[in-house]
T-cell receptor
Framework: DQQVKQNSPSLSVQEGRISILNCDYT??????FLWYKKYPAEGPTFLIS?????DKNEDGRFTVFLNKSAKHLSLHIVPSQPGDSAVYFC????????????FGKGTLLTVNP | KAGVTQTPRYLIKTRGQQVTLSCSPI?????VSWYQQTPGQGLQFLFE???????NKGNFPGRFSGRQFSNSRSEMNVSTLELGDSALYLC??????????FGPGTRLLVL
């Protein structure tokens, strides 16, 4: 049973435009959400996180939105840059364990110059 | 502050052998978690250690084991390797719970 879902395996956007990556979860016990960026054969790099007591967190070009009632979160990247091209993973903590990250399958973002 | 380091970066083994992977966490981090990444299954949690104790374990067979030392460094061992164990093995560290920071991974190929 996949508790964290990223339904779009890939997304392509033009440089300078907004990238919106989506993530849905099923476990209402999750209380902390993270986004990671990953290049092939490297470890994931932490981007931004949000606690379930908030609905928005912003860090530079990256903003994460959380809609608890819909069990949905999204990552907005504005403006998108070619260097943002990577696989983005949504992950969740909680749900009975604060020590185990549950990951989505990832979305491959391609930013075209 | 230095990041999470993992050794070796690449490893080739044959079926039936065993392997030990090493992870050094960020200084001051006492929690170390291990994950397996494969193309089909994505990132799967193996286990987590805190202060030399395993706090949480994923759904992997007993061939996968780990330990943590008093300096928070951790090792992961896989015995009786199978072809399906070929994967990128990732280590992550954190202060306790919360944000986990990943190392570069060890790419294991089982022939």
């Amino acid at each position: 049973d996949q508790q964290v879902k990223q339904n779009s395996p890939s997304l392509s956007v033009q440089e300078g435009r907004i990238s919106i990556l989506n993530c849905d979860y099923t476990n209402s016990m999750f209380d902390y959400f993270l986004w990671y960026k990953k290049y092939p054969a490297e470890g994931p790099t932490f981007l931004i996180s949000i606690s379930s007591i908030k609905d928005k967190n912003e860090d530079g070009r990256f903003t994460v939105f959380l809609n608890k009632s819909a069990k949905h979160l999204s990552l907005h990247i504005v403006p998108s840059q070619p260097g943002d091209s990577a696989v983005y993973f949504c992950a969740a903590l909680g749900g009975g364990s604060n020590y185990k990250l549950t990951f989505g399958k990832g979305t491959l973002l391609t930013v075209n110059p | 502050k230095a990041g999470v380091t993992q050794t070796p970066r690449y490893l080739i083994k044959t079926r039936g052998q065993q392997v030990t992977l090493s992870c050094s966490p960020i200084s001051g981090h006492r929690s170390v978690s291990w994950y397996q990444q494969t193309p089909g299954q994505g990132l799967q949690f193996l286990f987590e250690y805190f202060s030399e104790t395993q706090r949480n374990k994923g759904n992997f067979p007993g061939r996968f084991s780990g330990r943590q030392f008093s300096n928070s460094r951790s090792e992961m061992n896989v015995s009786t390797l199978e072809l399906g164990d070929s994967a990128l093995y990732l280590c992550a560290s954190s202060l306790d719970s919360g944000t986990q920071y990943f190392g570069p991974g060890t790419r294991l190929l089982v022939l």
